[in-house]
């Protein structure tokens, strides 16, 4: 299964590698990084994305690095930083039908940015959108 995974915490980029062993996964710690793959011509069956992207040495800030595919195919709704709340705007808006994961899964520990970009998902027409709150404890169970 090829899965995007989308967060700023390199601790829970490793938890995604040993969890999804046999699975082609891809990981991402920014927006234009996110964008860029998810526009890419490569489809996602699964994608995780997490809320807050500005933190642990990671920037996602609007415009970001010029020449990328992110940088010159969308617009940006606010200035300085990006949230996942962008990553879903920009899905529902950029990502034609054929190229829409099977499943997003909403990771963030941010309940409320977390349920804002659920809501803009499902407004914008994905169908299995999920939340699962981030627990390295717990095993990650995905469909597809």
């Not at 990671?58 to 992110?70: D, F, K, N, T």
């Not at 010159?72 to 034609?96: I, K, N, Q």
């Not at 997003?104 to 941010?110: A, F, L, P, R, Y």
Request: with cysteine; charged share 30%.
């Amino acid at each position: 299964m090829r899965i995007l995974i989308l967060d700023d915490d390199d601790n829970r980029h490793a938890y995604f590698r040993h969890q999804l062993i046999g699975h082609d996964a891809v990981h991402v710690h920014t927006y234009a990084e996110c964008m860029d793959a998810l526009l890419d011509t490569e489809t996602f069956e699964v994608v995780f994305l997490d809320h807050d992207l500005n933190d642990n040495g990671y920037r996602s800030l609007a415009p970001e690095r010029p020449g990328h595919v992110a940088r010159e195919m969308t617009h940006y709704s606010r200035e300085g930083e990006l949230d996942g709340r962008d990553v879903a705007e920009d899905m529902v808006r950029l990502l034609p039908v054929e190229k829409r994961p099977f499943q997003v899964v909403v990771h963030s520990w941010n309940p409320d940015g977390a349920a804002e970009m659920m809501a803009i998902l499902r407004d914008g027409g994905f169908k299995n959108v999920i939340r699962w709150e981030f627990n390295p404890r717990v095993d990650l169970k995905i469909n597809g």
